[in-house]
């Protein structure tokens, strides 16, 4: 695999996806499962820890998307599509 120029501007149309996508789930997500882990927290029930899902996420925005969008976008000049 070569570096392409359609290739690293997928990958960083995917990462501003990816940057959009943790600033979402950081305001609305993260609040409700961190707020029901400490409220279970009492009762010993939490499961969990709201930490482990939000690095599942970030790793999945920050690193994931912008290597599928570098494959995506690599494929476009090997299919012809210029």
Not at 29 to 41: C, D, G, L, M, T
Not at 58 to 68: E, G, H
């Amino acid at each position: 695999m070569t570096l392409s120029t359609q290739g690293l501007v997928v990958a960083v149309v995917f990462l501003a996806l990816g940057v959009v996508e943790l600033f979402v789930f950081m305001q609305a997500v993260y609040p409700v499962i961190s707020k029901r882990h400490e409220a279970q927290k009492v009762t010993q029930a939490q499961g969990r820890s709201p930490d482990l899902i939000t690095n599942i996420v970030r790793l999945q925005c920050l690193v994931a998307m912008p290597f599928i969008g570098y494959y995506v976008g690599s494929q476009f000049i090997t299919s012809g599509v210029n």
